[in-house]
């Protein structure tokens, strides 16, 4: 006769796998996410309503570019990964994979899009200097 316990039939079935890595990488991200809204809020948020000169200056700064570009690709990342979770979570199995699917590519879509307008920007302004 085989007899398993309690313990040795839950091991490898829990949340303790991946769970607590998840937790971390979602505290490292927003950590992350906090250091750059702040350095958005003090940096970028001054340009928004400015005429469209003192934006693409702004912009053209390589600080404020990096920052900008950081900021569009983390919160893509930090959106993605959380929306996996509530996929998991809180829709039924068989949608969950495919509402995964469209709103990553929808993420990294979104994530091109910011960045290609920053690149954009950045060529404009080395064709034609404000």
């Known amino acids: 006769m085989h007899y398993l316990t309690d313990r040795k039939r839950a091991e490898g079935k ?8 998840h937790q971390l990488q979602v505290t490292y991200s927003s950590y992350m996410m906090t250091a750059l809204v702040i350095l958005f809020l ?9 005429p469209y000169e003192v934006v693409v200056e702004g912009l053209t ?10 900021f569009v690709v983390s919160t893509t990342y930090h959106w993605r ?3 996996k979770k509530v996929f998991e979570d809180y829709v039924p ?8 699917i ?17 690149v954009k920007i950045l060529i404009a302004s080395m064709i034609v200097p404000v």
Not at 61 to 70: A, C, E, Q, T
Not at 104 to 113: M, Y
């Open 14 to 21: 829990g949340s303790v796998a991946h769970g607590a890595d």
């Open 42 to 50: 003090f940096r970028i948020a001054p340009l928004i309503g400015a």
């Open 61 to 70: 700064r390589p600080f404020n570019m990096v920052i900008m570009g950081l």
């Open 81 to 83: 990964f959380n929306i």
């Open 93 to 100: 199995h068989g949608w969950d994979f495919a509402g995964m």
């Open 102 to 118: 469209i709103t990553t590519a929808l993420g990294w879509f979104f994530c091109g899009l910011g960045l290609f307008a920053l």
